[in-house]
């Protein structure tokens, strides 16, 4: 099956730092999802992203479909406080299913 | 915007008994309903995924009689968990799709914690 790899794991950074987190594929998608969860709750959307190569930028969140289908990245600049959760990245086949990565937890210090 | 709930948000029970948690889409009607299961400090797994008036097509690994899943009208999937045993324990989470499957976002419910005894 599609295997996600999501990386860094998990992130402590410090209020104002940027912050960058991967997604690689063994196999293409269509369309590459960018999801926060914060402790109990279900996923929220930050940023949806269709066409290979496509640059998305939502508030301090920057997102791009890499050129292969099979590669996503998202850039948080300037982290504040509430930054802090699990960020997933999630890949949406051509059935529509998405399968997610494993996370990567993001810490922010004052 | 879109949104979905969940119902119960927690629920405790006993082993040997059955769940049913509900999901619904409250401004928008859903095509496709998608079930996820989550443990603790991992990602989101697919379950199953129902159509409306259809049979649930389940993941495999994912046993459909322990799982029943009902999506009944185009606002409204359950899922009865039956049977329930300590290893069912986890963050059961919903998504509801207005278009066709590949098509549309997924909206996601804010989950059920289910803690079996």
């Known amino acids: 099956g599609q295997q996600l790899n999501q990386s860094p794991q998990s992130m402590f950074i410090q209020e104002g730092e940027d912050v960058s987190m991967n997604c690689t594929s063994s196999s293409i998608f269509n369309t590459w999802l960018w999801y926060k969860q914060d402790p109990g709750e279900g996923p929220v959307l930050l940023i949806a992203?269709?066409?290979?190569?496509e640059l998305t930028s939502n508030g301090r969140l920057t997102a791009q479909f890499g050129i292969t289908r099979k590669d996503s990245f998202l850039n948080i600049s300037a982290s504040i406080p509430s930054d802090v959760g699990i960020y997933f990245c999630?890949?949406?086949?051509?059935?529509?299913?998405?399968?997610f990565g494993a996370g990567t937890q993001v810490v922010v210090t004052p | 915007g879109a949104v979905v709930s969940q119902h119960p948000s927690r629920v405790i029970c006993k082993s040997g008994t059955s769940v049913k948690i509900e999901c619904r889409s409250l401004?928008?009607?859903?095509?496709?309903m998608f079930w996820y299961r989550q443990f603790p400090k991992q990602s989101l797994m697919l379950m199953a995924t129902?159509?409306?008036?259809?049979?649930?097509?389940?993941e495999q690994g994912v046993e459909k009689d322990k799982f029943l899943i009902n999506h009944a009208s185009l606002t409204l999937s359950t899922l009865t968990v039956t049977s329930a045993h300590p290893e069912d324990s986890s963050f059961y989470i919903c998504?509801?799709?207005?278009?066709?499957?590949?098509?549309?976002?997924?909206?996601f419910g804010p989950g059920t914690r289910l803690t079996v005894l």
């Open positions: 998504s509801a799709s207005r278009l066709a499957w590949d098509t549309d976002t997924q909206y």
């Open positions: 401004d928008f009607q859903a095509t496709t």
């Open positions: 129902s159509n409306e008036g259809s049979k649930a097509t389940y």
């Open positions: 999630a890949g949406r086949d051509s059935w529509g299913k998405l399968q």
């Open positions: 992203l269709y066409k290979a190569g």
